[in-house]
């Protein structure tokens, strides 16, 4: 079954940076497009930034450009998102996303935690 394990979150200053992975199996992690999404308390959950199947193509959302980067490592079946630059309002559970077989899966989610 596919599975999707999130890790890397944390707590850290203001200008600070964290890597995040997200771990994939039960699927063919090359031929499918990845994401990954965020969920601040009180928020609705959105999209943060999407890389295609061989990472020729990237997309993020406008409060992230520029200080995050979506990559992948076929090879591992692991999406990275690396994030510098950290402000406090990208406080939030970070989601790693894949469509698969006409359905949405979804990580158990990591906490980043941007504070002084």
Request: aromatic content about 12%.
């Amino acid at each position: 079954q596919v599975q999707l394990v999130e890790s890397g979150g944390g707590s850290v200053q203001p200008g600070g940076s964290l890597r995040l992975s997200c771990s994939a199996s039960g699927f063919t992690f090359s031929s499918v497009a990845m994401s990954w999404h965020r969920q601040a308390p009180g928020k609705e959950r959105e999209l943060v930034a999407f890389i295609t199947t061989i990472g020729g193509s990237t997309k993020y959302t406008d409060a992230v450009k520029g200080r995050f980067t979506i990559s992948r490592d076929n090879a591992k079946n692991t999406v990275y998102l690396q994030m510098n630059s950290l402000k406090p309002e990208d406080t939030a559970v970070y989601y790693c996303n894949v469509r698969w077989a006409w359905a949405d899966y979804w990580g158990q989610g990591t906490q980043v935690t941007v504070s002084s």
